[in-house]
């Protein structure tokens, strides 16, 4: 990646990411406008807002589009050197052929392990270690979510301050659990999603189901294999039982549990743990054109460290990873990982279809006002995220990590889908890259914020936890970002630090992915 730079403030800036690139991306705030002159006689025929692609030499009508080395479209009309190419000046190309993908031909070599970084965990009876010591409610339908409500607002007024080792309680509300087709073959990923959210390691092992009682997801199916429902200590409770008389025994019965299982987390404390107990989870939502130049590839770098120190790192949102899958599947550890990755792109590949609608739905408008002009694009950015470590596991959505390293987690690109998939999926903390801003956060995992943009990082000062567009400008490199961002994951994992999607309480309700019908 070069930049042109000079440093001072009118001085115009802009990114070029490979040598065969034929655009590069404004960098100054506002854009720059028409008769700018850059330092290498570069003049722009146009205003260019901040962010957008201009064309480095004169494309011909038909001719490709290339940024980070790749074709991301071709030139709809002729486009001259210094003009702005914009989403409706590129045809976008056809999608990688999965039938022809190389898998497992350019594997990294193991990487130089990463040693003495721990963090303060809590550590789990099934070897697990948690980043928060919360207490979470299961729900088996939404029907009940009204009560799970109400019953959190009392746990956290009058329970609470009885156990100080426990950080909160959170109620998984989700809009699941019945008028579904409860067998038919998709709906395996909601209830998997559901069993495995249960568990995440951040609730420390304490299951507590609270159902209505006539719902298709029967609640039995929400607990673990092997666990019994102990009539002298319930896991699992239905409003519709007979032996309630009343809103208030309902209440008063779902505060006993709670009661119960409060006492046990308490009992827990921090511990110090190797980092290679993490399970961190990489996201961006609010992307940008430079999403893919400075956040992204400093997460990037920070994926490889996690990796290094036997960490488990999770990159999801298959339609953000469908176009650049031919650059994934060489680095699968192997063959057989490299045909999941395939199989869950045709898989939503299919899914999409059944919709009629295709990748194209993705970027949004606000992706595309920050100048990404395709999806093409910006999956070309999204997976720098994923650094350059081996692929070891492919996860089918809301499947549970099984293996340290780097693991695909397939979900949609939906922010907080991809959030609540990814927490079934293990995640016991995250990061969220964003270009244009968003106030996203969990309540049963901390959301670091990186922003890939000064501007962004300026406005949104108390919302946003690293400034990865210090990296556009040349004050920091990628490498020291990413280390930035490695140290504040320990920091945050051990309760050091708290980031301001906590702090404000700003936190997302779940949404389940249910790509099965609704009856």
């Not at 961190?280 to 460290?305: E, H, I, K, R, W």
């Not at 057989?336 to 899914?351: H, K, S």
């Not at 020291?480 to 906590?502: N, T, Y």
Request: one cysteine or more; charged letters at 20%; aromatic letters at 6%.
């Amino acid at each position: 990646m070069s930049i042109t730079q000079d440093y001072v403030a009118a001085t115009p800036l802009c990114i070029k990411v490979h040598d065969t690139d034929n655009v590069a991306i404004v960098v100054n705030s506002g854009g720059l406008p028409a008769g700018t002159v850059f330092a290498d006689g570069l003049t722009l025929v146009e205003h260019v807002p901040q962010g957008h692609k201009v064309a480095l030499e004169d494309i011909p009508e038909g001719a490709p589009i290339r940024r980070y080395g790749e074709v991301i479209g071709h030139a709809d009309r002729a486009l001259a050197r210094g003009s702005w190419i914009d989403e409706f000046k590129i045809r976008m190309p056809a999608a990688p052929p999965l039938a022809a993908l190389k898998l497992a031909t350019a594997v990294p070599p193991p990487p130089v392990p990463l040693e003495g970084f721990t963090f303060a965990g809590y550590r789990n009876a099934d070897g697990s270690v948690g980043t928060r010591n919360i207490l979470g409610i299961s729900t088996s339908v939404h029907c009940v979510a009204g009560v799970i409500d109400h019953v959190v607002r009392i746990i956290k007024e009058r329970l609470l301050p009885n156990y100080p080792n426990v950080d909160d309680v959170v109620g998984l509300n989700h809009l699941y659990g019945c008028g579904v087709a409860i067998n038919a073959p998709a709906a395996i990923v909601p209830i998997r999603a559901l069993q495995n959210l249960a568990l995440n390691a951040n609730f420390g092992g304490e299951i507590m189901v609270v159902a209505l009682g006539c719902e298709k997801l029967q609640p039995e199916r929400l607990l673990p294999a092997g666990l019994a429902d102990d009539p002298l200590d319930p896991s699992l409770m239905r409003l519709q039982d007979e032996r309630f008389t009343g809103f208030a025994a309902m209440v008063d019965s779902i505060l006993e549990m709670a009661d119960r299982r409060l006492r046990h987390l308490n009992a827990r404390t921090r511990q110090t743990c190797p980092a290679s107990e993490l399970v961190v989870g990489m996201q961006c939502g609010g992307s940008d054109a430079f999403s893919g130049v400075t956040a992204n590839p400093a997460v990037g770098f920070c994926s490889d460290l996690l990796v290094r120190a036997g960490a488990t790192v999770m990159f999801s949102e298959v339609t953000e990873v469908r176009d650049a899958v031919h650059l994934l599947t060489p680095r699968c550890a192997t063959p057989e990982i490299g045909q999941a990755l395939v199989r869950e792109m045709a898989w939503y590949d299919e899914y999409l279809a059944r919709g009629e609608s295709d990748r194209s739905a993705n970027p949004s408008p606000g992706n595309k006002k920050g100048g990404l002009a395709n999806v093409v694009e910006k999956a070309l950015g999204s997976i720098a995220k994923s650094g350059t470590s081996a692929i070891v596991e492919v996860l089918s959505p809301g499947q549970k990590a099984t293996r340290h390293g780097l693991i695909f987690a397939a979900t949609p690109a939906s922010d907080f889908v991809c959030g609540t998939m990814q927490m079934a999926s293990g995640i016991t903390l995250q990061v969220f890259t964003t270009g244009r801003g968003t106030p996203y956060g969990l309540a049963a995992v901390p959301v670091i914020k990186m922003a890939t943009r000064k501007d962004l990082s300026a406005r949104w000062h108390d919302l946003i936890d690293i400034d990865a567009g210090r990296i556009a400008t040349g004050e920091k490199t990628i490498e020291e970002i990413g280390w930035e961002l490695f140290h504040l994951i320990l920091d945050v994992a051990s309760g050091r630090k708290q980031p301001w999607s906590d702090h404000w309480g700003l936190h997302n309700a779940l949404a389940v992915f249910n790509p099965a019908p609704v009856t």
